[in-house]
């Protein structure tokens, strides 16, 4: 997969993915997401990235507050990555995750790591050119306080 060098925030998506490629490296595929997570964060610490894990991103509709986000991580207050440990090849399901999660936040490039097979899997994703529509699909991807 390559990646242009004049994409945006590719200085910080290739120290994110060299971070992810060390990782994988020494872990292999098998273990769960959060193992993964916890990985990254500290090899990213150490490639001078500064970030946020488990970042929640209120979400409001018609000024009404209707759940909250997660990403995994905010890299540099730009970079939206999403981690996951699956042994399936990346679907066009959790592209759509990120695509949302940049839609919501505003913010210009997102990356999608799978850790779950033999070798990394990473996707580099913009957001989408046209906007309407994110918050009917938003719904699957907010965490909700349990009512009560």
């Not at 292999?28 to 488990?54: C, D, N, T």
């Not at 070798?119 to 909700?144: A, M, S």
């Amino acid at each position: 997969m390559g990646l242009a060098k004049d994409a945006p925030y590719s200085d910080i998506t290739y120290k994110i993915i060299g971070a992810a490629m060390e990782v994988h490296n020494k872990l292999g595929p098998g273990h769960k997401e959060i193992v993964y997570q916890k990985a990254l964060s500290a090899k990213m610490l150490e490639a001078g990235l500064s970030f946020e894990k488990e970042k929640s991103i209120e979400i409001f509709i018609d000024d009404i507050s209707v759940g909250l986000l997660y990403l995994d991580h905010l890299v540099e207050g730009a970079v939206v990555v999403e981690e996951k440990a699956f042994s399936h090849l990346l679907t066009n399901e959790e592209v759509a995750q990120v695509i949302t999660y940049l839609a919501a936040t505003g913010l210009p490039v997102g990356l999608l790591l799978n850790f779950g097979r033999k070798r990394l899997e990473f996707k580099r994703i913009f957001p989408p050119k046209k906007l309407e529509g994110w918050q009917d699909r938003i719904q699957r991807y907010l965490w909700k306080p349990p009512i009560r």
